[in-house]
């Protein structure tokens, strides 16, 4: 069974940084697109960014463009999210996530075969 493990998340004040990574294993990494998704209590589950297997194509939500950079690196079956200008907006705890049935890359959470356990970003005001 495939295996995503998130690491990186933390308490950060607003206007600060932050970098998460996911670590795959039991999956050939590179047949998948990966993805970012974030969550808070009661909401929905958010998409923040995604990016094909390959590493050249990637997609992010409005609300970060601009701030959260994607990269995958696939000798090492790790894929990170470099979050920058924190705003308390991006507290949640962030999921990584693992679509093999794209040949592009995709928001739609639905599409996505496994996921980790999450990790919690916390912004402070």
């Known amino acids: 069974q495939a295996q995503l493990h998130e690491s990186g998340g933390g308490l950060v004040q607003a206007g600060g940084s932050l970098s998460l990574s996911c670590a795959a294993s039991q999956l050939t990494f590179e047949h998948y697109a990966m993805g970012w998704f974030r969550q808070t209590p009661g909401k929905a589950r958010e998409f923040v960014a995604a990016?094909?297997?390959?590493?050249?194509?990637?997609m992010y939500a409005d609300s970060v463009k601009g701030r959260f950079t994607v990269s995958r690196d696939n000798a090492k079956n790790t894929v990170s999210l470099q979050m920058s200008n924190l705003k308390p907006e991006d507290t949640a705890v962030y999921y990584c996530?693992?679509?093999?049935?794209?040949?592009?890359?995709?928001?739609?959470?639905?599409?996505?075969?496994?996921w980790g356990q999450g990790t919690q970003v916390t912004v402070s005001s």
């Open positions: 996530a693992a679509d093999s049935s794209v040949w592009g890359c995709t928001r739609n959470w639905k599409s996505y075969d496994f």
């Open positions: 990016i094909t297997w390959s590493g050249e194509g990637t």
